[in-house]
């Protein structure tokens, strides 16, 4: 079911072609910033397993909500996965935490893929979609100069587009759901509203 925060997010231009761009938010607690950053920090551990159970500081603490990294004035961190292998699908929000007029601290950044992976990511659609363009294009040519014997290995480029197009479409599946969770957990954490 989508929620509220889901409602907000504005599309980022850029990576729309890809469907999986990240999308800006705009929070505001009425917790200053400090606090904000403490409770992050609180409910965060780093990416993995481990990273929480191995700790000592953690022993007899809940569970941790999110993982990741936070700082004093930003925060980079997505839903605590309990699993050994991280989700390179998974929603993660880039944010900073600025002290509004009010008093309390406005969080604005983006959620989307982790950086490590939208940038890669892009590129290698970029480049299958090259191949698939070039391929379509010899497969013309073949056809076009009446030589079949040279079809099928042009064929091959053009596989590419729908192993793309099914890593992109899961991804962005992905993110649908997990970016309201994720929006709606650091709201709950930093008594927030959107």
């Known amino acids: 079911m989508a ?8 599309s980022r231009p850029g990576f729309r072609l890809l469907g999986i761009g990240k999308r800006s938010v705009v929070l505001v607690s009425p917790l200053p910033p400090d606090e904000c950053a403490r409770r992050l920090e609180n409910a965060t551990t780093a990416p993995g397993v481990a ?20 700082g004093r004035s930003w925060a980079l961190v997505a839903e605590f996965a309990d699993t050994p292998e991280p989700n390179r699908n998974a929603a993660w929000l880039e944010i900073s935490l600025q002290p509004s007029a009010t008093g309390g601290t406005t969080l604005t950044g983006t959620i989307g893929l982790h950086p490590s992976v939208q940038g890669p990511r892009t ?18 040519s073949t056809l076009v100069s009446g030589r079949l014997s040279g079809l099928l290995p042009a064929l091959i480029p053009l596989a590419m587009l729908p192993v793309i197009a099914g890593i992109n479409a899961s991804s962005r599946r992905s993110l649908q759901r997990a970016a309201p969770r994720l929006i709606d957990a650091v709201k709950e954490i930093l008594d927030s509203t959107a």
């Open 51 to 70: 990273s929480w159970n191995l700790d000592p500081r953690n022993a007899g603490s809940a569970a941790p909500r999110l993982q990741g990294d936070v």
């Open 3 to 10: 929620s509220a925060a889901s409602d907000r997010l504005r």
């Open 123 to 140: 590129l290698l659609t970029a480049i299958g979609g090259l191949f698939t363009l070039t391929g379509l294009a010899v497969v013309v």
